[in-house]
C-alpha cells in the first residue's frame, strides 16, 4: 500500500474525492495517510479529521520565502514516509527542493486545460476569470506531476466542459469541478497506486 500525502489550502472538495474514492475501492493500492494545510483554518482539515486522517499545519505565513517553506514541507513529506504527495487546491508553489527529491511523486490539480491559463498567478476562480475572459469555449481540468516550474510537468489525464453563455467564474469552477477534477483526480491516484503511468521522454503515458 502506498503512503498518500495530500496537501491542501482552502475548502477540500477534491480532497473529500479522494477520501469518498478510497472508500469507495476506487482507489487501489494506496491510502491517505496524512494530509498538510498551508493554511490553519482551511475546512479540508475538518474533512480530513471527520475521517480520522492525521493531520499537519505548516503555516504559509509563518515562512519568509518559498524556499524556507519548501524545506519544512519536506521534511514532514519525509517523516510521513510519502509514496505520493498530491496538491489538491494547494496554494503555494514548492521549491526545487521539494519538487527535485520527489521527482514524478507529486501530482496536481490545475483547472483548466494546461497550457492554457496556467502557470504563477493562475489558480482558483482566477484561472476561470481569465478563460472566461479570453472567451474560449471549451475548458477543463488537468492532472499533471509537478516539477520545478509552476504547472509544467507531464500530464497525466486531461477533461473537457463546455463554457456556456452567460457562466461566471463561480459557475464554470463549478461545472469543471464536478464533471472532471472530482474524477479524474481519484482516477489518477489509483493508476500512479498501482504503477501503471509510465515516463517517456518526459511525458506521461497509461500502462
Ligand atoms: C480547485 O478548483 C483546484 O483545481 C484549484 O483550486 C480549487 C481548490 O478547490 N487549484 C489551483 O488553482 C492550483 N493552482 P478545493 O479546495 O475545493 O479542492
Same mark, same amino acid.
Given at each position: 500500500m502506498k503512503n498518500i500525502v495530500v496537501l491542501v489550502s482552502g475548502g477540500g472538495t477534491n480532497l473529500q474525492a479522494l477520501i469518498d474514492a478510497e472508500k469507495s475501492g476506487i482507489?487501489?493500492?494506496? &491510502?491517505?495517510?496524512c494530509v498538510i494545510s *498551508?493554511? %490553519? !483554518? +482551511?475546512y479540508a482539515l475538518e474533512r480530513a479529521k471527520n475521517n480520522d486522517i492525521p493531520t499537519r499545519v505548516i503555516p504559509r &505565513? =509563518?515562512? !519568509? $520565502?518559498s524556499v524556507s517553506y519548501s524545506k519544512a514541507v519536506l521534511a514532514a513529506l519525509n517523516e510521513e514516509k510519502a509514496d505520493l504527495v498530491v496538491l +489538491?487546491?494547494?496554494m503555494t508553489i514548492l521549491d526545487e527542493c521539494v519538487t527535485n527529491e520527489y521527482a514524478y511523486k507529486i501530482i496536481n490539480v490545475h483547472p483548466?486545460?494546461? %497550457? *492554457?491559463?496556467?502557470? =504563477?498567478?493562475?489558480?482558483g476562480l482566477k484561472v476561470h476569470e481569465a478563460a472566461l475572459a479570453y472567451g474560449v469555449k471549451v475548458s477543463g481540468a488537468t492532472i499533471h506531476f509537478v516539477n =520545478?516550474? +509552476? $504547472? +509544467?510537468?507531464?500530464?497525466i489525464l486531461q477533461g473537457v466542459v463546455d463554457v456556456q453563455n452567460g457562466d461566471t467564474p463561480e459557475i464554470l469552477q463549478k461545472r469543471i469541478m464536478e464533471n472532471v477534477e472530482w474524477k479524474l483526480l481519484p482516477k489518477a491516484v489509483s493508476l500512479f497506486c498501482q504503477d501503471r503511468i509510465e515516463i517517456t521522454d518526459g511525458r506521461a503515458y497509461i500502462k
Open positions: 482507489i487501489k493500492g494506496g &491510502r491517505i495517510t *498551508s493554511n %490553519p !483554518s +482551511a &505565513r =509563518e515562512y !519568509s $520565502d +489538491a487546491g494547494f483548466a486545460l494546461i %497550457p *492554457s491559463f496556467c502557470g =504563477e498567478g493562475y489558480y =520545478e516550474k +509552476a $504547472d +509544467a510537468g507531464a500530464i
